[in-house]
């Protein structure tokens, strides 16, 4: 059973996973982010940690966007990206495809519109916005959903198996008013996740607390995606396990780690001791990961450590 057929069957509920799959994420040094020598560097660090399958880390900064400072500037001002601004991205994709998707799943990382948004305006700016006028900055995202959509759709083309597709704006505290995130930041995400998910065999639905807790995920329990990953802290110092987010989702679930945790700074002992208590606590279908990207100075050799006891981990 090679890569991809680990990872088919362990989504498929009429089958019985007998290998815990892997996989951890990391940003490269800026001199890997596109080109062959992003592709060579991806191909370098999951041949080197064995992990699972491929995944694509989207390094495609969009431009400052000034003149975007009052809400109605959002119907008006912010450019709209043709296709040509993802070509350096599409290039890695193309490479990768080639590359190794015979022998694993390939998937790239996708920021929602709302995160390119403060990327590109500032997130206290977007906030601001948003709350003084929801529907002059819908127009805005749904501009920048638009633009994404091209780029998802050229991905599908070149043979790229699914997608990463991070969520954020539901955090706790993120909106004053959480009904805004319904809104005008949930549809964004949404247009993309479900033109990914009529169209791609894998895609990890990844609700993304890198910048804060979430209060609850019960709101996108059934957002699409054959796999959920989340943190398991919550707000306020709430627990959930990853057995109850698989429960909560339907579906296999992946994580157990925190990123800054012993998989970044441990010793293999701690390493080893960590994997194995994740599994323990994780349900049957499973792949083990961190909460999010981990650390860049993440030594490689933890990670390949991780993915090996997974791997020789028997239930």
Known sequence: ?????????????????????AAFFLHFDPAYHVGQAAVDKHLE??????????KIQLELPFPLQPQIQKPEDWKTRLPFFEIDHYEPMLKVVEGLVKAVKKEALVILTLYSPYMECNNMVGQETVTRHIEQDPEAFKIGIDRMTESLLQFVR?????????????????????????????????????????EINQNCIFNILHVCDYWMPYSDITRFAKWPGQVVSAGLELANGSHVTS????????????????????????TPDQIRQAVQTAIQDAPERYILG????????TPWDNLRLAVRTAHEYKR
Do not use: H, W
Not at 183 to 192: A, E, I, N, T
Not at 247 to 265: A, Q
Not at 290 to 297: M, Y
């Open 243 to 266: 057995g109850q987010v698989a429960k909560l989702f339907n579906r296999p679930f992946m994580g157990g780690l925190e990123r800054k945790g012993v998989i970044s700074t441990g």
């Open 154 to 194: 050229a991905c599908i083309r070149l043979g790229l198996d699914g997608f990463y597709t991070s969520t954020q704006g539901g955090e706790k505290s993120r909106l004053s008013d959480p009904a805004l995130f319904d809104r005008c930041v949930g549809p964004s995400d949404l247009v993309l996740m479900n």
């Open 1 to 21: 059973m090679n890569k991809r057929d680990l990872l088919l069957n362990m989504v498929d509920s009429n089958r019985k996973p007998d290998t815990i799959p």
């Open 45 to 54: 660090y999951f041949r080197y940690t064995k992990m699972d399958f491929v």
């Open 290 to 297: 961190a909460d999010c990207t981990v650390l860049p100075n």
